[in-house]
């Protein structure tokens, strides 16, 4: 149930993108419901926070105003929830739905099925990332070449989770037991990982807890590019992210595995 | 591959003249009971080939272990000279697989379904919209392929499944009963088109527990029963060594069952019930009298030639119908 040599040594780029072009297809055709999640409603948030409570708060720091301090930590939470939401939610409907069994007729593997599918969470994760930097931008709240690097964090939590999200849609019995993949997993993430107010802020002793959650590093790095300050401690964030993602991905396989071929 | 397997694979082929598929002793079980327990086949090139049996026979097991969705336990199986244990991949180059439930993408269209499935086997984008085309005019499909999935009829989806399965242009193409659920006109079509791949040198392996498809379609077909093979033979072979010329078929009207019931039964007369439609076997051959009956009020006596479902009998002591 681990590794064959055969699928770790000779994934096909085809299969892989082969999932994608699916992926890519099937939300291509539904685009005028989806971009409400992928744009309007992160929009709204920022809207929200940006010009309400940012009238509130005087000064963050290290950023001019509230709304230039919590834009990339609004960017990294919805490029979050996309992959999360896709490989949580929608890999369990295509679990359920027989699409993934339809697609371990042809000659790939489980390895290329999964690598396929975190790649379209990392698109995902891009698209809503482009989407509402721009309107950040349109408001003055993001500025500079620097603020483009941005990407390389979403691009990143995407993978992570991504891959994430796998952990639980490979176990579910049902679709309700993913509500806990939002009430426990990603709504406390989004609001304890530094991106609403700096995790300074938080008790002494919650501090380090805040750290080491799986966002905290990507909204770190994404802030440093925001905010054009970038040191070593984001090298670290970067390192622990693709630390995280590399453990997890052995147990996404198993479990996937454990669920499809039977 | 080394060198050594593959001298070994040419050797095995010259040796017993290609079987295209070979199963000996496969085995697969879960939580500890075995689904299917050391079956052994073979299926040549070119032939249609089938598993006969109730719900629950292990057929569905051996379908997937076929193309590797499932693990073999224990035992051998080589597809075309081809490991289906180390190299299941090879082995989907090959072969076209319909699941049980069609497996169909209800998020796209017809086109898509079967376009993105070949761009997924690793056609170019050109071949695979040539390939779509292609099944879709021999599938009937072509007016259909803006339609969305759900849009389309149980017959539909069926063939929408075999033509995806042949967007590989495969050798072999294995399907978990293909006509279950369906009406008998959608049936008859889905028949059709497999005869026609037979024809055009698709080896066909499928898996069924309608009598008249495997009646209809496979030169050889296996008994399949509780994980075992029981017997393997072509369709009137199988009849001749198992089922009665002829049996009588005896409607019963509500009223008059039990007498009937208790006519048969004095005079030792083997029979079974299916609703209210008695089967009289006999021994085989035998053929009891029992024109008597036709005294009886709401008593309608038939003959009919003996089928697949007496072999099934014959062999199990059960209906086929019963699962």
Known sequence: MTFSSNEVFKIRLRSITGIWLRHAVAFIRYWKFVITWVLVEPVIVLVAVGFGIGKLVNSVEGADSYAEF??????????????????????????????????????????EVTLGDVLWAVTRSIMTTIGVASVAVAFGWLDGWLAFGI??????????????????????????????????????????????????????????????????PGVHIARGFALGHLDITHLWAAVYMIGLTIVMWPLVIYLLKRRLVK | MSEQSESDRHQHKNALAVSLIEANNLYRSYRNIAAVDGISFRVETGETYGLLGPNGAGKTTTMRMLSGLTPVDSGTLRVAGIDVVQDSRSVREIMGVVTQHDGLDAGLTVYQNL????????????????????????????????????????????????????????????????????????????????????????????????MEEAATLCDRLSIMDRGKILDEGTPDQMILRYAPKEVAQIRVAPGSLRRVRDYLNKHEIPFREVGALLSVTGDRGANPDISELNGITGVKASYRAGNLEDVFLTLTGRELRDG
């Open chain 1, 151 to 216: 990407l390389i964090p979403s691009a990143m939590v995407g993978v992570l989770f991504g891959t994430m999200g796998f952990l639980f849609s490979a176990i579910a019995p049902h679709t309700t037991f993913l509500t806990i993949v939002f009430t426990l997993i990603a709504t406390p993430l989004y609001f304890f990982s530094g991106s609403f107010f700096p995790l300074s802020t938080l008790p002494d002793w919650v501090e380090p807890i805040a750290w080491l959650m799986p966002l905290t």
């Open chain 2, 115 to 210: 376009f993105l499935y070949g761009f997924l086997i690793g056609l170019s984008k050109s071949s695979a919209q040539k390939r779509t085309h292609e099944v879709l005019e021999f599938f009937n499909l072509r007016d259909r392929s803006k339609a969305n999935v759900y849009e389309l009829s149980g017959g539909m989806k069926r063939r929408l499944a075999i033509a995806r399965s042949m967007m590989s242009s495969p050798t072999v193409i294995v399907l978990d009963e293909p006509s279950t659920g369906l009406d008998p006109q959608s049936r008859n079509r889905v028949w059709e088109e497999l005869a026609i791949l037979k024809e055009s040198g698709v080896t066909v392996v499928l898996s069924t527990h309608y």
């Open chain 1, 70 to 111: 919590v834009t990339p930590g609004l960017i990294m939470g919805s490029a979050m929830f996309h992959a999360l939401f896709e490989t949580s939610w929608n890999a369990y409907n295509r679990i359920e739905n027989d699409v993934y069994e339809t697609a371990l007729t042809a000659p790939i593997t489980v390895v």
